[in-house]
């Protein structure tokens, strides 16, 4: 099966069994928008909560915040995310980084400058490049470099730059850029009823600025001391373009981020970060049951990290498109804290109680796509045993526990038995009930939902109390009396 078939497997199976619908479909679709059916639903809320209890509810030293969707236009500003306005942007289109078109132009004479410089009169050859262009100044006392003056240049010079010099990306080294432009990361929101008395706000770029800029409140309204960290669930916007990795990339998504604050005197920033590190594999092997032999950790090279950030790491999953971003793990040292002192003019700094010092506390940000983590259990569970297709998924995370079948839908007495075993199992866990079409079929479909497994009443059952159940991933089916059905289930779904 060959990769890029897989995906389209997989989104297929998703739509007939009601995982993820196209956004606004009736309508003729809206592009990079999707819509969860009953079965998406309930996996992506089953991925929340597991990722919730394992880092919010199991960790004394973490808690939560659920902070507005629609937030201050400063806010924005602090973080940068709106720095797209006024900045020349250019994107790779092969692995969708994105860059200041300034700074990947200036880089590259740089880097030109140092390797040419060694052979051939570089002045020369750069000015060349330039045509007569006095983009560049090559300082006298040379060796360190050259000087670009390429801010403000019109943004079809910057594109001719890019395509005529070749410009290689930084991230994956292919040369295939989109045109430079300045646009609009945030979708913007005007508040109020009055054409005229407007006042621009912006639906939130990623839930980490929620935790920041309510730091101050944290630490006033609670008993957390530092160390500490806050997490926050939650659906982001950003108006990109996108590939159609199916749910990969959408410009609405779900957000779980953590800032880890510390102070950096008294904690040691490796160990704290080795931590999430291992907690994170931890999380998608053990709690999703992933296979670990589809993980990879990646780090940012220099040129790739936020310039703030002192070492950022990627977490990366083997999709059918190849090894992508699953989760980020950054320290972003007192950056955020400090853009929003700065933007605000409040004080977000702590006392320490011990030194009664003034502190900024740093951070560690573990960040992760919920919706990233969707399509990795899919792609991960999707299986195929000649003409049988089944989801692998961990019963953890499987959208229903079990199903309970009657064998024949018109014999009375199989189906008010079985109906009794499902209303007393659904008091504990979440159970499916199916009486139509034949055996085969009702399996078929509890396969292609990932159901763990499948309880039948027959006639036996009548005879001798006990019910036949299948197993999802090996189809063996062994009997069980009814009485033990519960404690089966608990011992199996563990
Ligand atoms: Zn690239």
Known sequence: MSDSNLLEKIVAL????????????IYGGLANTYDYGPMGAELLRNIRNLWWDYFVHKRE????????????????????????????????????????????????????????????????????????????????????????KLEGLPIEQLTKLISK?????????????????????????????VEGDQSLAYL???????????????????????PFGVAQLGKSFRNEITLGNSIFR??????????YFFDPEKED????FEDFKKGMWNFVVSSLGVKDSNLRWREHSDQERSFYSKKTLDLEYNFPFGYKELWGLAYRTDYDLSQHQKFSGKDLTILDPETNKKILPHVIEPAVGINRLMLMVLTDA????????????????????????????NKEELVNLARKIYEDLRKEFLIAWDDRGNIG???????????????????????????????????KQERVKIPDLTNYLQEHLK
């Open 14 to 25: 998703c739509k007939r069994r009601g995982f993820i619908y196209p956004g606004s479909e």
């Open 61 to 148: 030293d973490i808690v939560g915040l659920d902070a507005s969707l629609i937030s201050a236009a400063k806010i924005w500003e602090a973080s940068g995310h709106t720095a797209g306005f006024a900045d020349a942007m250019v994107d790779c289109k092969n692995c969708q980084a994105r860059f200041r078109a300034d700074h990947i132009i200036s880089d590259f004479f740089l880097n030109f400058y140092r390797l040419s410089s060694k052979s051939k009169d570089a002045s020369e050859l750069i000015s060349d490049m330039v045509g007569n262009n006095p983009l560049i100044i090559i300082p006298s006392d040379d060796k360190k470099g050259i000087e670009t």
């Open 165 to 193: 010099e070749k410009i290689l990306c930084p991230n994956c080294g292919k040369s295939d850029w989109t045109e430079v432009r300045k646009f609009n990361l945030l979708f913007p929101v005007n508040l109020g009823i």
């Open 204 to 226: 939130r770029g990623e839930t980490a600025q929620g935790i920041f800029i309510n730091f101050k409140n944290i630490v006033d309204s609670t008993r957390v001391r530092l």
């Open 250 to 259: 959408t410009i609405e998504f779900e957000q779980g981020e953590i800032e």
């Open 269 to 272: 920033w490796q160990k704290l």
């Open 382 to 409: 999707y299986s195929e045993e000649g003409e049988r297709i089944f989801l692998k998924l961990n019963p953890k995370i499987a959208p229903y526990k079990a199903a309970v079948f009657p064998l024949l839908a």
């Open 441 to 475: 079929k009702r399996y078929a479909s509890q396969d292609e939902i990932g159901t763990p497994y499948c309880i039948t009443v027959d006639f036996d059952t009548l005879k001798d109390d006990s019910v036949t159940i299948r197993d999802r991933n090996s189809a």
